[in-house]
Every structure is written in structure tokens, then in C-alpha cells.
């Protein structure tokens, strides 16, 4: 059996279904748009799995512009999202501020990264020792060259409610979910010509999107293009302490381990340092050996705070890691033209899912990212190898 549908995404994470709220809510895109996802509970999905945090510091104009596109949409939510009372997700937004901590190795990088959110108009500062001390006097900045602190328009949200607005808004709006999993793409004349799915139909389609999180590689090289996304593991704990700082800061220290309040506790992690291993893939077990061997060293050396740590909770989950440049990768394959890329986050895919609907939106239908220029996250870079470098990767 064969169907058809004008626009199929592969992919229902909240890229997946930011496109299609954006295609047919919000531009009333006349014709099918059909969502391809095998476990609508998201159950292992990376979203679901996210930290769900907002910031505003990277090093890069367009990654600071998505974000904050990001915040201001979550914010007002439900003037954008058209849902019944009853059926609109409290995405739970609470504000907050990301400080990142710099030694004397990294300040210059920090430097620069804040000249640049500055030029954004992104109200962040910079901060020397002895500021971070009078403004947090829990910290302990001994080893501290450089602080950068967000003074505003950052914070964190729950990243399931932000994903189940969009699909209830899409599919409201007319977008098809269907449970099922592409295993074969078929092209023709340099067009994606039909999907294969796994309970043996076939999609005949218009314009594919790949919005299959740390699974596009794999989606990508069905159609013969290389794409360099892979799923890398995470493991997020969530701590709790017996002496709770009250502010409401993310810090990323400069040791990779970050700490953010969540309920009456605190959630931690890390990534790796430049240089260290990283595999690819993997089950989503927690690496419980992390807090031990990283985390709580880390931050029991950053507060006193810290120092008596009680785990109470933890879980794994993957990032759609691009591998080339830790960046996304948007917009249409230059040479399969209907073949569309929204992948490679590295973390920052629920943060920047609005502004990425829209703008695959305005892909599909104008041609081109119109209200953002994001030419610069084409495919086309990995090929040509002009990577395009985002220092402020957590």
C-alpha cells in the first residue's frame, strides 16, 4: 500500500514538531504534512531526556539569535500555540542565569564570546573575582579569572510540555502523526522520491525532512548522504545538599560540570573535555561513575555547598551530536533538493526549536530562511570542511 503526503518529517522530537506546528498552524500550509515517529511516549527520545535550559551565551550571533527567539516564544506560549485550556501544557518556564566560570587559560575566549552576546544586545557581564564573590558568596573563586553572567532572559523549562504543545498544535491544525519507522529511502532524479516504512507501506513524497535527532546520520545515509550526527551519551543527577544555595544560577565551571537548582535539590553533568574519549551510541543506563570521578569533586571544589552530596536520582539520555562542528545542520541538501536537514544540536535542539521551525518552515515553503539568515549552518560546510566553530558548548 502506498500513501502520499506533501511534506513527510522524519522525526516527532520537538524539532519535528515545531516544523509542523509551524507549517500548518502558523502558515496554513494547505497541503499534507505527515509526522513519522516510531514511540509517540518519547520514552528514549532526546527531548524528553533534555535539561531543558535557555541561554543566551554562545560565541556565535545566529546560535545567541535562536535562543533568544527561543525564550521570547516559550514565554508567551500560549499566544502562539492555539489549544484549549484544558490541552495546553504548562511548560513550567522559571528564569534563571547562566554564570560561566573561565581560568586564567580560558578568559580570553570568555572575553570574546561576551563582546559578541554584548553586540547582540544580550544583557550579559563580565565579571571579575571579586564581583563573583559579592554577588555569590558561596562560590569559591580561587582558581577564577573570568565570570560570565546573564542578567536576564535565561532560564529552564520542562522539555516534554514544550514538545507536546507543538504536536497538539500541529495536529490540530491538520498535521498527521503516524506511529511508524522509516527504513528505506528512494530516490529518483535527485529528489527523494518515497519512504519506506516499516509495517511495509510506502510515502510517496513532496519534501522530506530529517528531524530524527541523534538518529539523522543513519536516516541521512539511507538516501546516500553522508551526515555526520551520531547519538553521544549523557547522564544528568539529580543531588541534593544539606546547606542549598537559594539563587537561581546555572554554572558552568571550568571543568565541564555544570549545576542548576531543580525542586528541592539540583541536577549536574558534565561533558567531555576537549581530547577525552566520547563514544558514540550506547545504552541510556546512567554513568553513575561520573558524579563520583567528576561531578562532586568539581563542585564540592567550587562551594563548600557541595561538599555533602546526596544522589536521589538519574538518567541518561543521547545528544544529536554533530561530530564535524557541534553545530546544527539546516536547511536543503544541495543536490537531492527535496531532501531537508534539521539536525546536529548538540544539546541545544529544545532551546532552539522554534526559531528552527519557523525557519525550516520558511525553507519548505519560500525557499530560504527569511527571518533569520542561517545559510551558514548549510550541509554544504561539511563537504567544502568549513567548520563553523561554537565555543559555548556544554
Excluded at 570574546?112 to 563573583?132: E, F, H, K, R
Excluded at 507501506?201 to 538516501?223: R, S
Excluded at 542549598?244 to 531543580?262: H, N, W
Aim: proline share 7%.
Amino acid at each position: 500500500m502506498t500513501r502520499s503526503s506533501d511534506i513527510a518529517i522524519i522525526g516527532g522530537g520537538v524539532i519535528g514538531s515545531a516544523i509542523a506546528w509551524w507549517l500548518k498552524a502558523h502558515f496554513a500550509f494547505p497541503g499534507s504534512v505527515t509526522v513519522i515517529e516510531p514511540d509517540p511516549t518519547y520514552a528514549e527520545g532526546a527531548t524528553g531526556r533534555s535539561l531543558g535550559s535557555l541561554r543566551q551565551q554562545f560565541s556565535m550571533p545566529e546560535n545567541i539569535l535562536l535562543s533568544r527567539f527561543g525564550l521570547e516564544f516559550v514565554r508567551h506560549i500560549r499566544n502562539h500555540i492555539d489549544l484549549p485550556e484544558d490541552e495546553t501544557p504548562d511548560v513550567q518556564f522559571r528564569d534563571g542565569q547562566y554564570l560561566f566560570l573561565a581560568t586564567e587559560a580560558g578568559a580570553e575566549a570568555l572575553r570574546s564570546n561576551v563582546a559578541t552576546q554584548q553586540a547582540t544586545g544580550s544583557p550579559v557581564a563580565l565579571l571579575s573575582p571579586d564581583d563573583v564573590s559579592e554577588r555569590f558568596p558561596w562560590i569559591r573563586v580561587h582558581d577564577i579569572a573570568l565570570a560570565a553572567h546573564g542578567l536576564r532572559d535565561e532560564g529552564w523549562l520542562d522539555p516534554h510540555a514544550l514538545l507536546q504543545a507543538f504536536r497538539r498544535g500541529a495536529r490540530r491544525a491538520g498535521a498527521a502523526f503516524l506511529q511508524d519507522r522509516v527504513t528505506a529511502i528512494r530516490c529518483a532524479d535527485n529528489r527523494v522520491s518515497e519512504l519506506s516504512l516499516a509495517v511495509g507501506e510506502t510515502l510517496a513524497v513532496g519534501q522530506v525532512v530529517n528531524a530524527a535527532g541523534p538518529w539523522a546520520g543513519a536516516i541521512a545515509a539511507m538516501a546516500g548522504i553522508a551526515l555526520p550526527v551520531v547519538p553521544r551519551k549523557r547522564t544528568v543527577f539529580h543531588v541534593t545538599t544539606p546547606t542549598p544555595p537559594t539563587d537561581p544560577v546555572l554554572i558552568v565551571d571550568p571543568s565541564g560540570v555544570y549545576v542548576r537548582p531543580e525542586g528541592n535539590g539540583f541536577l549536574t553533568g558534565s561533558s567531555p573535555l576537549p581530547g577525552e574519549p566520547d563514544p558514540d551510541g550506547g545504552s541510556l543506563d546512567p554513568d553513575y561513575d561520573q558524579l563520583e570521578g567528576r561531578c562532586w569533586p568539581a563542585l564540592a571544589n567550587r562551594s563548600a555547598a557541595f561538599e555533602a552530596l546526596r544522589m536521589t536520582g538519574a538518567w541518561g539520555g543521547f545528544y544529536d551530536y554533530n561530530s564535524f562542528d557541534q553545530n546544527a545542520v539546516l536547511g536543503p541538501h544541495a543536490e537531492i533538493t527535496n531532501f531537508h536537514f534539521a539536525n546536529g544540536f548538540s544539546g541545544h535542539g529544545v532551546q532552539q526549536a522554534p526559531a528552527v521551525g519557523r525557519a525550516l518552515a520558511e525553507w519548505l515553503l519560500q525557499g530560504r530562511s527569511v527571518s533569520l539568515d542561517l545559510g551558514l549552518f548549510s550541509h554544504d560546510r561539511i563537504a567544502a570542511n568549513r567548520s563553523v566553530v561554537e565555543r559555548g558548548i556544554i
